[in-house]
């Protein structure tokens, strides 16, 4: 079966209406469907109001990537979820066109270490799928997986290391973020007493 590459893939989809996510992946084919589903429900990232439920999907996408099986299993109901391709096709294309300025493709594709990205992608999902108050919660997660989604998409590791940086910056920032807030909790119970 011929690979779809990211770019292929955007230009055969179009710009206008809703499709489900079976369909969209039926698109991008067998090869790569943990990369085009992790890349698609990444995206929803940027697009208020589904993010946290559709995380939960990339979570069971990353655990079965990191338990080594070929294919993923997702539930009959996250495939029936209609997603409006106008908005998650610019992401993606934005994606892609920051990826090819940043550092253009040269030489044959090479294999991702799935098992490894596998981990990496559950632990950055969950993550995601934390309903939490923060600026950018959302968007810095998203952006992380957006990037392992098309590592994995092209066979190429450049965006998986993209990818990793950005998900040690989100543990990071919700680390001292909690922190934060159970300073300022405990200085406020000191002030109470």
Sequence with gaps: MKRTNLFELLESLPSQGAFTLRELLD???SEHIYGLGIALLAATAFIPG????????IVGLGLQMAAGRAY?????SLLRVRLH???????????????????????????VPRRAL??????TALMLALPLPLPF???????????????LLEDWPFPAWIGLAGSLGTTIYFAFSFDMVLKTFKALWHLRH
Excluded: D, H, Q, Y
Excluded at 85 to 94: D, E, F, I, N, T
Excluded at 137 to 151: D, K, Q, R, T, V
């Design 137 to 151: 919660s959302n968007l810095l997660p998203g952006a992380a997986l957006l990037f392992m989604g098309i590592a």
């Design 27 to 29: 698109k991008g084919g």
């Design 85 to 111: 391709l106008g908005r998650l096709k610019g992401v993606l294309a934005k994606a892609a066109g920051f990826l090819e300025r940043l550092a253009p493709r040269r030489g044959e594709p090479r294999p």
């Design 118 to 123: 596998g981990f990496l992608v559950t632990w």
């Design 72 to 76: 993923p299993w997702l539930p009959a």
């Design 50 to 57: 589904v993010t946290n439920v559709l995380a939960l999907g």
